[in-house]
């Protein structure tokens, strides 16, 4: 364990311990995208707009923290890594999934049309109380969350699923 996440443990709140780990801005937008399959450094850059040390430093911490695992890929000859989302990470869709919920009712009134909607994929219904579907009765899996956000061309179909690893 490292002094971080020593220190880290020592905190008896567990929001506390998580806004440790999760409880920045850049740090949530890399697992939103992380959520809907980007692994790739440049794809993280492109998509973000983040300085490269700034995205060194957060993947870092996310790789520390035991939410992103580095898996080694082959691209011309050369070993290189890509960052997938651990079960611990994976973890936090339903988190994204509530401030999705919050954002749209709280931080920009009267732009309803752009709102972010969290829908069930089979029957595209809108998802309002966590990771359950009213209208199915029953929960939803990852696999079959789709999230629509209106302002983006294409969005994929379904979230990404986690790998082991650490
Ligand atoms: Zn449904």
Redesign the pocket.
Known sequence: MSGRAAERAAVPCPIGRAAEVVGDRWTLLILRDAMVGVTRFDAFRAGLGIADNILSNRLGRLVDGGLLTKVPYREGGRTRHEYRLTPAGADLLPVLDALAVWGGRHTAPGRPAEAMRVL?A????E?TAGEY????A?P?PRE?IHWLRPWRSAEPRAIAAPVNGG
Do not use: D
């Open positions: 069930h089979v029957c595209g219904r998802l579907c009213g209208h199915c029953r939803v079959e």
